[in-house]
């Protein structure tokens, strides 16, 4: 019930409500007053339900932020793939993605896999939205994902595919040029 569901939310942790520890305190205390302020989101991307309120609130104070004092800024998001999963906040990523830009900032998404990115559920349009791709070495790839969904040449695609060092990556520009 919706009653039980929110009651997790915000009730009293002891009494099993697992979720109010993160939304019950009497004081917002998330600022970003530092330059770099990151967040070890490992266990709460473990927890699918936990991941889109959590991620919504830690978006929407940096948003708060840059509104009131906008500079330039970056959003930096590791093992999006989990991220990309939710239907819930799949269509936040894309939001953020747009407005990055307009807004001076930028947004870096990391996942291992270009599968993962071509195969979300709104992969066109994220793919359509990115600026840059860095694409490390794999020698797993498939010309489905790489050629097709992410729009490399076959010889960009060779590189990713049969080159042996792991410190050398393509970095690629939209509809452009390539550098290795």
């Known amino acids: 019930?919706?009653?039980?569901?929110?009651?997790?939310?915000?009730?009293?942790?002891?009494?099993?409500?697992?979720?109010?520890?993160?939304?019950?305190?009497?004081?917002?205390?998330?600022?970003?007053?530092?330059?770099?302020?990151?967040?070890?989101m490992a266990n709460v991307l473990k927890d699918p339900e936990l991941l889109s309120p959590t991620s919504y609130y830690i978006f929407h104070k940096f948003n708060q932020v840059i509104e009131?004092?906008?500079?330039?800024?970056?959003?930096?998001?590791?093992?999006?793939?989990?991220?990309?999963?939710?239907?819930?906040?799949?269509?936040?990523?894309?939001?953020?993605?747009?407005?990055?830009?307009?807004?001076?900032?930028?947004?870096?998404?990391?996942?291992?896999?270009?599968?993962?990115?071509?195969?979300?559920?709104?992969?066109?349009?994220?793919?359509?939205?990115?600026a840059t791709l860095i694409i490390f070495p794999n020698s797993k790839a498939r010309p489905e994902h790489y050629i097709d969904g992410l729009g490399l040449t076959d010889n960009e695609f060779d590189f990713v595919k049969n080159h042996a060092n792991p410190r050398h990556v393509l970095i690629k520009k939209k509809d452009s040029h390539s550098v290795i």
């Open 1 to 40: 019930s919706i009653a039980s569901r929110i009651k997790k939310w915000v009730g009293e942790p002891e009494k099993g409500n697992i979720y109010s520890q993160f939304f019950n305190s009497k004081k917002d205390n998330l600022d970003f007053k530092s330059k770099i302020v990151a967040f070890d």
């Open 68 to 130: 009131e004092s906008p500079s330039p800024h970056m959003f930096f998001i590791d093992e999006m793939q989990k991220y990309l999963e939710s239907d819930s906040f799949n269509p936040h990523i894309i939001s953020t993605l747009k407005e990055s830009r307009k807004r001076n900032g930028i947004f870096v998404g990391c996942m291992q896999e270009a599968s993962t990115l071509v195969n979300s559920k709104n992969g066109d349009e994220i793919i359509s939205n990115l």
